[in-house]
T-cell receptor
């Protein structure tokens, strides 16, 4: 069964460093997302991406964050100048859809990357 | 702003019991609602998706219902098993343009053998 994959599973970085989290969405999906879950808290939406551009972002997704689809399979989240409070589990998700339409397809999540900022 | 609440936060039941998990949301203008399962330290597994026009959805021993007007959904698990032990999350997608999901805090379920 197709699945969303994420690498690395765990990333440790020092405060102020840049990190790139990588995701391979399900191959025929058109919508891609990043969410995060701080330990003990709710899963929070960061950003959605469609047709090579950001379609929606939350207040959390400020200039420190950026996303990119560098090729036909990968979807990345870059965090510049990491802070202690960026420590969280970061989930990538994807969903299907027909180009140009909002469709109620399920979002499928990857296993997550645990980011620890020290 | 949409708020999603799940009660109870934790639940412990003996194996074989039928149980109901609750989810409520403040803005009834939703497009759909998804139930997920999360195992400790793991990702989210989608269990069921209910469209706003639907009243319920079934998959195996799971049945999810939706009452959009009252802002409530329930996940019914029949004949619970120890393997059902996990955290169950509900998430709603808002009704106008946008795909973001707003999550509840989850119900941590323990099924004891």
């Amino acid at each position: 069964e197709p699945e969303v994959t994420q690498t690395p599973s765990h990333q440790v970085t020092q405060m102020g460093q840049e990190v790139i989290l990588r995701c391979v969405p399900i191959s025929n999906h058109l919508y891609f997302y990043w969410y995060r879950q701080i330990l003990g808290q709710k899963v929070e939406f960061l950003v959605s991406f469609y047709n090579n551009e950001i379609s929606e972002k939350s207040e959390i997704f400020d200039d420190q964050f950026s996303v990119e689809r560098p090729d036909g399979s990968n979807f990345t989240l870059k965090i510049r100048s990491t802070k202690l409070e960026d420590s969280a589990m970061y989930f990538c998700a994807s969903s299907g859809g027909l180009a140009g339409r909002q469709v109620p397809y399920e979002q499928y999540f990857g296993p997550g990357t645990r980011l620890t900022v020290t | 702003k949409q708020e999603v609440t799940q009660i109870p936060a934790a639940l412990s039941v003996p194996e074989g019991e039928n149980l109901v998990l609750n989810c409520s949301f403040t803005d009834s203008a939703i497009y759909n609602l998804q139930w997920f399962r999360q195992d400790p330290g793991k990702g989210l597994t989608s269990l069921l998706l209910i469209q706003s026009s639907q009243r319920e959805q079934t998959s195996g021993r799971l049945n999810a219902s939706l009452d959009k007007s009252s802002g409530r959904s329930t996940l019914y698990i029949a004949a619970s098993q120890p393997g059902d032990s996990a955290t169950y999350l509900c998430a709603v997608r808002r009704g106008y343009a946008g795909n973001m999901l707003t999550f509840g805090g989850g119900t941590r379920l323990m099924v004891k053998p």
